[in-house]
């Protein structure tokens, strides 16, 4: 059994995949080809804002991001500890500073009430508080109209790291378009993902998309003329025909996720925690998951997965270390004990094959062993 099954997918679409990745072979054209403005012309359509800019993975897109809007020593931008490093990442290669906010127990997005709180505090020590990087769960926005109020009454904008909510929607509106920027991945696992490594930023301010155009292309305004400092961040025009083969699907593949994952729900609540879905917004399930409390035992999530895993059926953690406790972010001065609800999911969590293929036998004998391993781990 796969956890995604990336295999089922290509052989699906073979015919289609192969022809777009030789028409790009034929053309010789594979930097910034035609492809990858179609592929921003489309997704933008989709998604519905007015601009769209190709980049070389979801990291550079919040990074391309953060340059747009100026990020630099000596600012502070909130987000939660309970995420990918990338989202974290990205603020300290600017200089800046991240400051971590704890997250909502249903859900394992970033808290409004935590959030207003912490900046409330920064602002009556006198520090400014520039911006919120907001995580799109698991595939489910987080609550991005309280956010935005908090970040109206602040002076700060916002960023909606979307890598794993591609295809998600929020009280009628997609995800990508909640906020000033939204950033998303193309990495092969994503609900739509591409053979190695893409991303696209989002945005309906005209300024920022034209900054983050020069910035992913070395900061050129025109051919050899710079204007600011960039990077090389452009998405391959292989990676872009691939993506466009695949995005005709890519609205049955989200209906398919939204009925496998909810039907894990129902068969699964009554037996164990899952993430909650609010009523209002739409998860596209980048990952199926359940939480696998201790009772006593810390190695409890351990057993169950490996119960599972010996039965075939692959699990994964996402994520084992909240980021405010990695060795790398120990220069922040946060401890054990900072976030209480980011660390108890992290000894939780635990992950479910989900991809829009898994078949209702497959899906019935997870269910039936995920049941089996935690009355048997009581």
């Known amino acids: 059994m796969e956890f995604i099954d990336l295999k089922k997918q290509y052989s699906l679409l073979k015919d289609k995949i192969d022809s777009a990745i030789n028409e790009v072979l034929t053309s010789g054209t594979f930097i910034m080809g035609p492809a990858v403005e179609e592929l921003e012309y489309k997704l933008a359509a989709f998604v519905g804002t007015r601009y769209a800019i190709g980049v070389s993975s979801g990291t550079d897109a919040l990074l ?30 600017l200089g800046a500073t991240p400051v971590f906010v704890d997250i ?6 970033i808290s409004p009430e935590q959030l207003e709180h912490a900046i409330r505090k920064f602002k009556k020590a006198g520090k400014p508080v520039k911006g919120i990087i907001t995580v799109s769960l698991y595939g489910q926005p987080a609550d991005h109209d309280e956010i935005a109020e908090i970040a109206d009454r602040y002076g700060a904008w916002v960023i909606e790291d979307a890598c794993q909510s591609f295809g998600a929607t929020y009280k009628g509106r997609k995800s990508c378009n909640l906020s000033d920027i939204g950033v998303t991945s193309f990495f092969p696992s994503k609900p739509l993902g591409c053979y190695g490594d893409g991303g696209m930023i989002f ?14 292309a070395h900061g050129q305004t025109g051919r050899y003329i710079h204007e600011i400092i960039g990077l090389n961040a452009r998405l391959d025009t292989l990676q872009a025909a691939v993506l466009l083969a695949k995005l005709p699907g890519f609205p049955d593949e989200v209906r398919n996720r939204g009925v496998i994952g909810k039907r894990y729900t129902r068969l699964l609540n009554d037996y164990l925690p899952v993430v909650k879905v609010k009523s209002d917004r739409s998860s596209v399930y980048a990952q199926y998951t359940v939480r696998i409390q201790e009772k ?35 220069f922040t001065g946060y401890k054990k004990g900072d976030f209480t609800v980011a660390e108890q999911a992290a000894r939780e969590v635990l992950s479910l ?15 039936e062993s995920v049941i089996e391993a935690v009355e048997m781990y009581l």
């Open 104 to 109: 909502d127990p249903e859900t394992l997005n």
């Open 64 to 93: 391309v991001s953060l340059m747009a809007l100026g990020i630099s020593s000596g600012d502070y931008v909130f987000t939660t500890p309970f995420t990918f490093m990338a989202t974290a990442e990205v603020i300290v290669l």
């Open 353 to 367: 094959p989900m991809h829009p293929w898994l078949t209702t036998d497959q899906q019935n004998f997870i269910v």
């Open 203 to 216: 945005t309906q301010d005209a300024r920022l998309a034209e900054r983050c155009r020069a910035i992913r």
């Open 296 to 330: 006593n035992d810390p190695d409890r999530r351990a057993k169950v997965a490996n119960f599972l895993n010996r039965k075939g059926i692959p699990t994964a953690i996402h994520y084992p270390i909240p980021i405010h406790l990695q060795r790398s972010f120990t």
